[in-house]
């Protein structure tokens, strides 16, 4: 009966502490070089779409957006359409444009030590698409990465229309968003870690060596992996 409760009080927190960041929308207000200024203030470091209304219905995206500090927002090139038989819009941003700062934010890949953190985050939040970490780790090892950085979770999250990244750390989780490359917040977590796999949690342990076994002596690894991730 007890440890019933333990596990409801421990979901109940993960529940309360997994507020993770939505999508939020403003517009182009003005333009300079390669910033515009925007219609409301967001905050730093989310990443999203630029959307041109061309009319008749017809909408497209045309660049990627940074928020900076205040109403200040980063232009570059979209690269959610990397495919040679697809050609790039070429139309400039303009004034009235639609920016839409977080559009695949429903969408998180989640980086845990080991099965039972990845199972107690996940089912406690359902609002978000969980992508599997098995996907990264294919990629991770198709790429002969050894070490999880800013850059891998980048294009893997452009590959795959990741939004967010959250990260299972010693002081609670680090949510991330991989085309920024910046960290947005860091959510409290009640669990009792004691055991890790290596460089994190994915069903590869019998398919490349990168993988281990998760163990007990794995956690300070795992830990310093996240700590160097840049």
Do not use: C
């Not at 009080?9 to 207000?29: F, K």
């Amino acid at each position: 009966m007890f440890r019933f409760i333990l596990l409801f009080l421990v979901n109940i927190s993960l529940l309360s502490a997994l507020d993770l960041p939505s999508s939020v929308e403003s517009r182009v207000i003005s333009i300079q070089d390669n910033t515009i200024n925007l219609s409301g203030n967001i905050p730093s470091g989310r990443a999203g779409i630029v959307i041109h209304d061309y009319g008749k219905g017809l909408r497209a995206i045309t660049h990627t957006a940074i928020s900076l500090k205040g109403n200040r927002a980063l232009i570059k090139k979209y690269l959610g359409l990397g495919h040679d038989n697809i050609p790039n819009i070429k139309t400039a941003v303009r004034v009235g444009d639609r920016v839409l700062f977080g559009n695949l934010y429903s969408n998180v890949l989640l980086i845990a030590p080991n099965e039972r953190v990845y199972k107690s985050v996940t089912e406690s939040f359902s609002d978000r698409f969980w992508i599997h970490p098995d996907l990264y780790a294919n990629f991770f090892i198709e790429n002969g990465d050894d070490i999880v950085t800013i850059k891998n979770l980048r294009e893997f999250a452009v590959k795959n229309l990741v939004g967010l990244v959250a990260i299972v750390a010693r002081d609670g989780i680090r949510v991330l968003d991989p085309i920024s490359g910046k960290y947005l917040r860091r959510l409290p977590l009640t669990l009792n870690i004691t055991e890790a796999q290596t460089p994190f949690y994915a069903r590869f342990e019998n398919i490349d060596d990168t993988f281990s076994g998760t163990s007990a002596k794995n956690l300070a690894k795992y830990f310093k992996m996240v700590e160097e991730i840049r």
